[in-house]
């Protein structure tokens, strides 16, 4: 989690922050997730983005190929800086589309709100949807560079082997580690008029 007041990063379970803030008017469990329920909240967004990603990746080639003809006659429709940039782009497109999903049912157990003091919602605004959807692409974009070059060693051994699964230890790393620890992150974090919070709920 991070601080309310002044948003620094909270580590290894601490409710303490250097700036002075102590959770007395926040209860802890309102800003802390386990990693099942963050893996959970993760898990709704990613797998709808990643549909909507992979399709419009898709509908994007054929059209691109209906307009300037076969990827070989025109080179640079392989390249890899445009599919980067493309998927990027679609990615950022669909988080905006579909992080509005954190809020809209509750998980087994708990459900996010957008605490705005003394205020609560279960949507977001247009603005807190904008900024929360920024939130996540941009430490996704980051850890998934930092992640890519800490796996080069990996892949270059594995290369060697013959064993290609380089792209599939990616996208594990990304759902099972990357993915929970920004939802982590985002929980609590004090947005500008906001922030996203957990409400426990009681399970039957």
């Not at 399709?55 to 429709?77: D, E, H």
């Not at 998927?87 to 999903?101: D, E, H, K, M, R």
């Amino acid at each position: 989690m991070t601080c309310p007041s002044c948003s620094e990063a909270l580590l290894f379970g601490s409710h303490d922050c250097s700036c002075g803030w102590t959770p007395q008017s926040v209860a802890a469990d309102s800003v802390e997730l386990t990693y099942r329920e963050a893996l959970a909240a993760f898990w709704r967004v990613c797998w709808t983005s990643f549909l909507f990603v992979t399709s419009a990746m898709f509908v994007t080639g054929v059209v691109a190929v209906r307009m300037f003809g076969a990827p070989k006659a025109v080179p640079w429709l392989n390249a890899s800086l445009v599919q980067m940039v493309l998927q990027n782009l679609w990615s950022a497109i669909s988080l905006w589309l579909f992080v509005p999903l954190l809020l809209r049912w509750p998980y087994w157990g708990f459900r996010l709100v957008v605490q705005t003091d003394p205020d609560e919602a279960t949507r977001f605004t247009p603005s807190q949807r904008f900024r929360v959807a920024n939130f996540i692409f941009w430490r996704s974009l980051g850890a998934t560079i930092v992640g890519q070059i800490l796996l080069m060693p990996l892949n270059i051994l594995l290369g060697i082997m013959q064993i290609s699964v380089g792209p599939y230890l990616g996208v594990a790393a990304s759902i099972l580690v990357v993915g929970p620890l920004i939802i982590r992150f985002l929980i609590g974090h004090s947005f500008t008029g906001f922030r996203v919070e957990v409400r426990r709920t009681p399970t039957a």
